[in-house]
């Protein structure tokens, strides 16, 4: 069941487990502890369930492929309630950002969630053996805090001088809305990859910046490596000559400073070289913690 912003709160509420955001991790651990018995819970979030894939590019699915094998005891990947499956109630391996949420809303419609949107944690306090969160609307007495909101909404948007200037990934809707032939992208790993490759597609030019060489890590760790599914992609993109000229990839290049002058945008580098972008760059470089108040 769902409160929404809408609803008369209340100046108070207590509850045993309060869970802070409505996306897979906070709803994956609602479900669970509503399996185990588990039912003094409430999840909140300052806008919808599923909102981060709400706002990802039109463009934009997910790495990990989801394929329906319960009956096998196994569980599907994109997963987060191990009884259902993303590729069997989606019917698709890669589920778009739109798709995802609309599974999100429909395991909290099956196990009954109870969920509170527009519900903004300002606070969060520990007196005695409970901890008191402030909201925008409501005081909630919590015996556990659960942290789920994700980074999504905390983009790196402010890191180098003129970061401002260019347009994080996080922000664009559609790449097909974005004016001009001539990108620039600034960030090598999937975020930037998935950028450049998507506007590669529509037929732009792009020149993206790396700080290392991403696309030839073998490394073992999956945060440090391209996954398989944009490794295909980059080698469609690169085994055909109409689309491989569009793509130029630079390594080891760390942009540090961006400037705009009269319709034009200047990235220097550590060396100081600068690059000339006919068009709004994109910033591509990931997220700060999402932790928020409780980041201390």
């Known amino acids: 069941m769902y409160f929404t912003n809408k609803d008369k709160p209340e100046e108070s509420l207590e509850v045993g487990v309060l869970i802070v955001g409505a996306g897979p991790a906070g709803l994956g651990v609602a479900t669970a502890l509503k399996q185990a018995d588990v039912n003094d819970v409430l999840v909140v979030d300052t ?7 709400l706002n990802w590019p039109r463009q934009m699915t997910l790495l990990s492929p989801s394929f329906h094998s319960n009956s096998f005891g196994l569980t599907d990947l994109n997963s987060i309630d191990p ?8 019917r698709t391996q890669h589920p778009d950002g739109t798709q995802y ?37 409501v005081k909630i ?25 260019a347009l994080h990934s996080s922000k664009v809707s559609d790449w097909s809305d974005l004016e001009g032939d001539e990108f620039s992208v600034v960030g090598g790993y999937e975020s930037g990859l998935d950028s ?22 073998d490394h073992p760790d999956p945060s440090r490596a391209l996954s398989p599914r944009t490794y295909d992609r ?7 000559s109409d689309t491989a000229k ?12 961006i400037e705009e002058n009269k319709g034009w945008w200047i990235l220097y580098d550590q060396d100081d070289i600068p690059s000339v972008s006919p068009t709004r760059p994109i910033l591509a470089n990931g997220f700060h913690s999402g932790l928020g108040p409780v980041d201390k």
Not at 196 to 205: D, F, P, Q, R, T
Not at 206 to 212: C, D, E, I, M, P
Not at 234 to 240: A, W, Y
């Open 101 to 137: 949420a609309k599974y999100l809303k429909a395991v909290a419609d099956y196990n009954e969630l109870p969920i509170r949107t527009g519900v903004h944690v300002t606070s969060i306090n520990k007196e005695d053996n409970q901890f008191v969160v402030t909201t925008n609307n």
């Open 83 to 90: 009884a259902t499956s993303p590729a069997d109630f989606l």
């Open 141 to 165: 007495f919590a015996e556990i805090v659960i942290w789920a909101t994700g980074q999504f909404f905390s983009p790196r948007d402010n890191t180098f001088p003129g970061a401002d200037l």
């Open 47 to 53: 806008r919808e369930i599923g909102a981060s894939f």
């Open 246 to 257: 569009n793509l130029a990839l630079f390594k080891n290049t760390d942009i540090r400073r």
């Open 196 to 217: 450049a490759l998507n506007l590669v597609e529509l037929g732009k030019s792009v020149s993206l910046y790396s700080r290392g060489e991403p696309w030839l890590s």
């Open 234 to 240: 980059l080698r469609d993109i690169m085994k055909l």
